[in-house]
T-cell receptor, first 114, second 119 residues
């Protein structure tokens, strides 16, 4: 069965601190996609990144970076120099390569204090 | 990319009534999905909306409670029937889009969600 685990329920940091959100997944598929979404208090889901299972290169986008390691089935997300506007719930998700269905982790609530 | 318009954005409904949520996409897409997010929870897939045929429901969700229509490749509706307070959630429409470029690469887009409160 496929599963996504975000062990951190809530994280609180002070502005400008770096913070890493953990994501561990389980799947028997050899081809799959991993996603990160941000959900601010307004409720919409904001797409952050998609990574396919054959691409283990780490990615950096501004203050955001992602570390994909198939050996440990992890896809962690780091925010550098966090800002108050980063406060949101962050979801990691795994896509079924055949059906396109997304399996979401439980989410990590990030609070960045000024 | 795909732009998804979901209506209504929010509603407050009386128990026992039904609400139909609409999802309109600005391009033809093969895969459309409906998710539910209960308060403080993660997203759970309700069903895959199949064009021209009955939706495929996930375990725990049934057609009588959540009838879904998909008359074409750009539009779908989800109805929440005979509502109770436990149905208070955010309902989200999602599509999978095949991206341009080499290889088979897709991306999942979400509507802005419908925040439903049942009183």
């Amino acid at each position: 069965a496929q599963k996504v685990t975000q062990a951190q329920t809530e994280i609180s940091v002070v502005e400008k601190e770096d913070v890493t959100l953990d994501c561990v997944y389980e799947t028997r598929d050899t081809t799959y996609y991993l996603f990160w979404y941000k959900q601010p208090p307004s409720g919409e889901l904001v797409f952050l990144i998609r990574r396919n299972s054959f691409d283990e290169q780490n990615e950096i986008s501004g203050r955001y970076s992602w570390n994909f390691q198939k050996s440990t089935s992890s896809f962690n997300f780091t925010i550098t120099a966090s800002q108050v506007v980063d406060s949101a719930v962050y979801f990691c998700a795994l896509s079924d390569s055949d059906t396109g269905k997304l399996i979401f982790g439980q989410g990590t609530t990030l609070q960045v204090k000024p | 990319s795909a732009v998804i318009s979901q209506k209504p954005s929010r509603d407050i409904c009386q128990r026992g009534t039904s609400l139909t949520i609409q999802c309109q996409v600005d391009s033809q897409v093969t895969m459309m999905f409906w998710y539910r997010q209960q308060p403080g929870q993660s997203l759970t897939l309700i069903a895959t909306a199949n064009q021209g045929s009955e939706a495929t429901y996930e375990s725990g969700f049934v057609i009588d409670k959540f009838p879904i229509s998909r008359p074409n490749l750009t539009f779908s509706t989800l109805t929440v029937s005979n509502m109770s307070p436990e149905d208070s959630s955010i309902y989200l429409c999602s599509v999978e889009v095949l991206l341009n470029g080499p290889g088979f690469s897709t991306e999942a887009f979400f509507g802005q969600g419908t925040r439903l409160t049942v009183v």
